[in-house]
C-alpha cells in the first residue's frame, strides 16, 4: 500500500512540474511582480513573499522579541521552543548519560532526529554521540538548538509538515529554520541571574539552587556596501538536587541495586550505614556554555552579494549516573570507603561556517554555498573507579572522543514569472553532501580487564570504568559518506484565490542507494479571510553513521533489575551480526496534512490535522544477554524494526485588542506502533506510545506600553506513562497525570534604551507526580527525570537587564 501511494504522490508532482517547466520555457517575460515581493519567510516554499497565514502548510513564527520575553529557564533555545510551539515537546532528562547534556526535542511526538534543523536556511549538522540511556529521543543524535546564541537570533520558523520532497533527509516531522540577525547598525547587551526556589517534598526541604548567570551581547556593524553583525552569550549554570533519601531494600547484594516490590521485605546489608542518606543526584548538572555567532554579507557592483554566517559554542557540562555502594562488587574499598557517585564530565565543541553567494543571472535568483559543520563530543568520568584494577584503579577516565562532521554544497535557482496573468515560481538545485563519523578510544585503565578478580561483595569484579567503560581501540571507527540530490518545486497561483505547490526530489547515498519523493500542497481561500489548506507527501530518513556505527559502553537494568554492563555495538560486528543484526535500510513516510486558516485584522485561527506513517523505523533494541564475553553482560543495536502511525491536530489562535495579545494553542498527538517483531521490549513500546504527553495547552497573555510590558503564560502538559521491565514479568507501570505551569515576566522599560525584568518559570512550584516504589530505585528518584516535560527541579526566579545601543 505504501509503494502505490508513494508512485500516485510522485506521479502527481511530476506532471504539475513538468506542467510548471515547460511553461517557464516558454515564458521568460515580467519576473517583477514577484521579485518586488517581501521575503517573509525562508522556510516551507520557494517562493518570495509568502507569509504564514497564506502559506499551504502550518508554519509557526517566533520573534526576536517573543525569545527575550520568554519566562524560560536561561534563555535557552530548547526552552524558548519547549514553551511556544504547542507540538515541541524537550524534556530535561536526568540520569540519562549523554543526554543530560545534550538535551534532544521531539516535533509531532516523533523522534529528534525526524525533525530537519536549518539555518539561515541551509541543514545544520547534527550531535556526534547517540542518547541511548535517554527515554525520549533514544537512540537518536539530535541537533543542539542550545548551542546558537539567542541574542543572535531574528525569528524562529517552525514548518510542522513533511517536507522531505523540499529538504532531503530528516524532514518528517517538519522543519525547523533559526534565521540569524543582519543589522548593520545598533546593538543590546543583556545580563540576567535567576535559580531554583522551590519546596522539595520527598526530603521535605525548602532549597535554592541551580543559580544561572547569562551575558549576551549583539552588535551590527556596517561595511561600506556591507554588513556585519555579531553575537556571543555565556551561561554558567550551577546544578540542581532532587534526589530522595536512600531506602535501600536488596537481595543479597551482589549487584549494587536490585529492586524488589514494595510488599517484599528487605535483608539485612552491609551498606545499612548508607541508608537514609541523599546517595543520588537527580536533575540538572553543572553547566558552562560559551556561544557565539556572526552574519556578513557585502554587495558586489555585479549586482550579487557576498554572505556568510556561523556559530562556535563550548560547553563544558556535568550528568549523574547512579550511586555505587560501599559492598558492592563495582567498588574498591580502599577508595570509596563509604561508596561512590560517578559524574560524567564533557566537553562538547561545536562550530558551523557558511559562505555563498547570491543575486540575480538572467531573471533567474541563484544562490551557491557551502556549509561545512563540525561536533566534538570529549566523554569523560570522575568520581569512578575500574574495580578490576583493585587500589591502583585511577578515579577519572577518558572514555572516548566522537567527532561528526557535515560538508553541504548547493546551488539553487527559482524564476518569479506570470503565465495567463497568474504568478508561477519555478525552483530547482543541486546539494552535495558529505559526512564523517570518527570514534578516539579512551584511556588504557577505562577498559582494561586488571587482576583483581573478586569484587567487594564476593562476585567478579566489574571491568572497566564505573558509569560506562570506555572505547577501546578495536572498537573505533573512521567512516564517511557522500550523497547527492536534486530537486525541482514549483507554486501555481491558479487563481487568486487557489495556490498549488509541488515539488519532487531525487537523493543517493554512496552506502544504502537512492530515493525519490515527492509533495504537493494547495490552499483554497473561499470566502474573505477563510481558507482550507493540505498536503500530502512520501518522506525519508537516512540512517545516521552514528546509528549504524556508534559503540560504546553504558549500564542498564538487566534481569530483576541488576545493573549490567551493556555495550552498544555497531550493525557490522560481528558479535551483533551473531545475533541477528543488518545494515540498517532508509526509513519511508508518508504524510497527510488537512486544516483551514481564519484571520482578520485582529483574530487569526488556524486548525490542521496530520497523519505520517512511518515504515522501517530504527530503533535501539533491547539488551540481548550474552556470556564469555569479558566485560559485557548486555549487548544492543539498531535495526529497522517496526512501523508506526502518528495522528493528531494542532489548533492555534491569537487575538489583539489595543494593548493586549492574547494567545492560545493546543496540540494531540497519538503513536501507535503497527507493526513489530516478536518479543519487541515493553519498555520500548512505551517510549513510543506513550512516554511524551499526549496533549499540550498553551495559554498565553501580553499587555505592553511605553513603559511596562507584562506575559503571563500557563501550559498545560498532558498524561505520560513510564513501564519499566524487570524481567520474570515484573513490569512496574506508572500513569503521571497532566500538570500546569504557570510562566511569568514583567519588563520595565526604565530608559527608551534600558529595560529591567522580573520572571518566573513555574511560579507555583509544580512537580510530576513522586513515583511509586517500584521505580523510584528504593526513594533515590522520587521524580521520573526522563519523560516528564515540567521537569523536576520547580520553580525558576529570574532578574533581568538589557541595554540597547
Not at 562 to 587: C, F, K, Y
Request: hydrophobic share 35%; net charge negative; proline share 4%.
Amino acid at each position: 500500500m505504501k509503494t502505490r501511494t508513494r508512485k500516485v504522490v510522485l506521479l502527481a508532482c511530476s506532471v504539475a512540474l513538468y506542467s510548471g517547466a515547460a511553461t517557464a520555457q516558454d515564458n521568460n517575460a515580467n519576473s517583477e511582480s514577484s521579485a518586488e515581493l517581501e521575503e517573509i519567510l525562508v522556510v516551507g516554499s520557494r517562493a518570495p513573499g509568502r507569509s504564514a497565514e497564506d502559506s499551504p502548510v502550518p508554519v509557526d513564527v517566533l520573534t526576536a522579541d517573543a525569545l527575550v520575553q520568554s519566562g524560560t529557564i536561561g534563555g535557552e533555545v530548547g526552552s524558548l521552543l519547549q514553551s511556544n510551539i504547542p507540538s515541541f515537546n524537550m524534556p530535561r532528562q536526568s540520569n540519562s548519560d549523554q543526554a543530560d547534556i545534550v538535551r534532544a526535542a521531539q516535533l509531532r511526538g516523533l523522534n529528534p532526529d525526524q525533525v530537519l534543523v536549518l539555518v539561515n536556511g541551509k541543514r545544520r549538522h547534527a550531535n556526534s554521540v547517540i542518547s541511548v540511556e535517554s527515554k525520549l529521543g533514544k537512540g537518536a543524535a539530535p541537533v543542539d538548538f542550545n548551542n546558537i546564541p539567542t541574542s543572535a537570533i531574528e525569528r524562529i520558523e517552525v514548518l510542522r509538515d513533511g517536507a522531505a520532497a523540499q529538504y532531503g533527509s530528516d524532514a518528517i516531522a517538519g522543519v525547523i529554520n533559526i534565521v540569524l540577525k543582519q543589522g548593520n547598525d545598533g546593538g543590546n547587551v543583556s545580563a540576567s541571574y535567576g535559580g531554583h526556589i522551590t519546596s522539595v517534598d520527598p526530603v521535605n526541604e525548602d532549597v535554592t539552587d541551580g543559580q544561572t548567570a547569562t551575558i549576551s551581547f549583539n552588535k551590527g556593524f556596517s561595511l561600506g556596501d556591507g554588513f556585519l553583525n555579531v553575537s556571543g552569550e555565556y551561561r554558567d549554570r550551577s546544578a540542581t538536587n532532587r534526589a530522595g533519601f536512600d531506602q535501600l531494600p536488596t537481595i543479597g547484594f551482589a549487584e549494587f541495586i536490585v529492586p524488589v516490590p514494595s510488599s517484599g521485605t528487605p535483608e539485612a546489608a552491609p551498606n545499612d550505614a548508607v541508608a537514609g542518606q541523599r546517595n543520588y543526584r537527580m536533575g540538572d548538572g553543572e553547566s558552562e556554555d560559551l556561544n557565539l555567532s556572526f552574519t556578513a554579507g557585502i554587495d558586489l557592483d555585479s549586482g550579487f552579494e557576498l554572505y556568510g554566517f556561523g556559530t562556535y559554542s563550548d560547553r563544558e557540562a556535568e550528568g549523574s549516573n547512579f550511586f555505587r555502594y560501599p559492598v558492592s562488587d563495582n567498588n574498591v574499598a580502599a577508595i570509596h570507603p563509604n561508596g561512590f557517585l560517578p559524574i560524567g564530565v564533557a566537553d562538547v565543541t561545536d562550530f558551523s561556517l557558511a559562505g555563498g553567494i547570491k543575486g540575480e543571472l538572467s531573471d533567474w535568483t541563484v544562490d551557491g554555498s557551502l556549509v561545512f559543520g563540525q561536533n566534538t563530543f570529549d566523554d569523560n568520568l570522575r568520581n569512578s573507579v575500574n574495580s578490576s584494577l583493585g587500589a591502583a584503579s585511577p578515579t577519572s577516565f577518558n572514555r572516548a572522543e566522537y567527532e561528526y562532521s557535515q560538508t553541504v554544497v548547493n546551488l539553487d535557482a527559482s524564476k518569479g514569472f506570470e503565465f495567463g496573468g497568474s504568478p508561477v515560481n519555478i525552483a530547482t538545485g543541486l546539494e552535495f553532501r558529505r559526512e564523517d563519523y570518527q570514534s578516539t578510544a579512551g584511556d588504557q585503565a577505562s577498559y582494561i580487564a586488571g587482576t583483581v578478580t573478586t569484587g567487594e561483595a564476593g562476585g567478579d569484579a566489574r571491568i572497566g570504568a564505573q558509569g560506562g567503560a570506555g572505547l577501546q581501540p578495536g572498537e573505533t571507527v573512521d567512516v564517511d559518506r557522500n550523497s547527492f540530490a536534486v530537486y525541482i518545486d514549483a507554486e501555481f497561483e491558479i487563481t487568486e484565490t487557489f495556490m498549488l505547490s509541488t515539488a519532487v526530489r531525487y537523493e543517493d547515498f554512496d552506502d544504502f542507494g537512492n530515493t525519490t519523493n515527492g509533495k504537493l500542497a494547495a490552499r483554497w481561500e473561499i470566502a474573505n479571510d477563510f481558507a482550507l489548506r493540505g498536503a500530502v507527501s512520501t518522506g525519508f530518513r537516512a540512517p545516521s553513521l552514528a546509528q549504524a556505527y556508534f559503540s560504546g559502553s553504558s549500564n542498564s537494568f538487566g534481569t530483576g533489575g541488576a545493573l549490567i554492563s551493556t555495550v552498544n555495538l555497531p550493525t557490522s560486528d560481528p558479535l551483533a551480526r551473531a545475533n541477528g543484526a543488518v545494515d540498517l535500510e532508509p526509513e519511508e513516510s508518508d504524510s497527510l496534512s488537512l486544516g483551514f486558516t481564519w484571520s482578520n485584522d485582529a483574530f487569526n485561527l488556524s486548525f490542521d490535522y496530520y497523519e505520517v506513517d512511518i515504515d522501517d523505523r530504527i530503533v535501539l533494541g533491547g539488551t540481548l544477554a550474552v556470556a564469555g564475553v569479558p566485560g559485557i553482560e548486555g549487548i544492543r543495536f539498531f535495526s529497522n524494526a517496526i512501523d508506526t502511525e502518528t495522528k493528531g491536530f494542532d489548533l492555534v489562535a491569537s487575538y489583539t485588542l489595543d494593548q493586549w495579545s492574547f494567545a492560545a494553542a493546543y496540540n494531540d498527538s497519538d503513536t501507535d506502533i503497527v507493526s513489530s517483531p516478536a518479543g519487541f521490549s515493553i519498555e520500548e513500546v512505551n517510549t513510543l506510545e506513550t512516554a511524551a504527553p499526549e496533549n499540550k495547552i498553551i495559554l498565553s497573555s501580553t499587555w505592553a506600553n511605553d513603559q511596562v510590558s507584562v506575559l503571563v503564560r500557563g501550559i498545560r502538559y498532558g498524561e505520560t506513562q513510564r513501564i519499566f521491565d524487570f524481567g520474570g514479568g515484573f513490569e512496574p507501570t506508572q500513569n503521571y497525570s497532566e500538570e500546569w505551569s504557570i510562566d511569568t515576566d514583567i519588563q520595565f522599560n526604565i530608559t527608551d534604551a534600558w529595560s529591567v525584568a522580573i520572571g518566573a518559570n513555574n511560579l507555583l512550584d509544580e512537580y510530576p507526580d513522586e513515583s511509586i516504589f517500584d521505580i523510584s530505585f528504593f526513594g533515590n528518584l522520587p521524580y521520573d527525570g526522563g519523560i516528564s516535560p515540567l521537569g523536576v527541579n520547580g520553580r525558576y526566579v529570574y532578574v533581568r537587564s538589557s541595554f540597547d545601543f
